[in-house]
Nanobody, 124 residues
Framework: QVQLVESGGGLVQAGGSLRLSCAAS????????MGWFRQAPGKEREFIAA????????FYADSVKGRFTISRENVKNTVYLQMNSLKPEDTAVYYC?????????????????WGQGTQVTVSS
């Protein structure tokens, strides 16, 4: 079992930055690939970024490539999402998720554990 708790969301102006954190319970964090997803009102949950268990493989959605960076600190059981150059269309609830197995995936069905989400609002 893995429990995930996100933090770091908030209100920011367009062009600004935020760093989201996701703290995981358990002693086998490095065996899980981690992902960040987001869901805007009236839209489906969409993939943002994913990282392998060791941190050496990362995937990004085209919409955030070059602006967002996913990273992890296995000694702290934490995954991060650094978000720069934020746009109003980045406004959503952001979720972190854990997938059994170290290879990251881009689709929600691979992730068995989810956090409660953190709101990110970007004003224009």
């Amino acid at each position: 079992q893995v429990q995930l708790v996100e933090s770091g969301g908030g209100l920011v102006q367009a062009g600004g930055s935020l760093r989201l954190s996701c703290a995981a319970s358990g002693r086998t964090f490095s065996t899980y690939a981690m992902g960040w997803f987001r869901q805007a009102p009236g839209k489906e949950r969409e993939f943002i970024a994913a990282i392998s268990g060791s941190g050496d493989v990362t995937f990004y959605a085209d919409s955030v490539k070059g602006r967002f960076t996913i990273s992890r600190e296995n000694v702290k059981n934490t995954v991060y999402l650094q978000m720069n150059s934020l746009k109003p269309e980045d406004t959503a609830v952001y979720y972190c998720a854990a997938k059994s197995g170290s290879w990251p995936e881009r689709t929600t069905r691979y992730y068995g554990y989810w956090g409660q989400g953190t709101q990110v609002t970007v004003s224009s």
